[in-house]
């Protein structure tokens, strides 16, 4: 069984930035760098949405809202994902969770929630004005 937790979650001020990251570990059949992840975010009272994804082949597709402030990246050798978020804005406020899966080997577009197999438990971060 695949294990994701997340780190990096935080309060800050509008135009801040935190990073935050996701470790991947437990029985995996697969090597980590074939894996494609993503996180995605879910605010009270609203739908999971994707935020960020990256393949395999390291192809990255953003969120419209995020696009230029948020960044996306694999570390193999540490089993890692990480998300670089930027110049963060308020309506950013949500808990992000990660997500990977090794069935998907390109991607197009940030894949829906049910291609995922594995997904951690959630990373709050608060955006204040």
């Known amino acids: 069984e695949v294990q994701l937790v997340e780190s990096g979650g935080d309060s800050v001020q509008t135009g801040g930035s935190l990073s935050l990251s996701c470790e991947l570990s437990?029985?995996?059949?697969?090597?980590?760098?074939?894996?494609?992840m993503a996180w995605f975010r879910q605010a009270p009272g609203k739908e999971r949405e994707g935020v960020a994804a990256?393949?395999?082949?390291?192809?990255?597709f953003y969120l419209d809202d995020v696009k230029g402030r948020f960044t996306i990246s694999k570390d193999n050798a540490l089993n890692t994902l990480h998300l670089e978020m930027n110049n963060l804005k308020p309506e950013d406020t949500a808990m992000y969770y990660c997500?990977?899966?090794?069935?998907?080997?390109?991607?197009?577009?940030?894949?829906?929630?049910?291609?995922?197999?594995?997904w951690g438990q959630g990373t709050q971060v608060s955006v204040s004005a």
């Open positions: 437990g029985n995996t059949y697969s090597s980590f760098d074939v894996y494609c």
């Open positions: 997500a990977a899966t090794p069935d998907i080997a390109t991607i197009a577009t940030i894949p829906r929630e049910r291609f995922f197999r594995s």
């Open positions: 990256i393949d395999r082949d390291g192809n990255v």
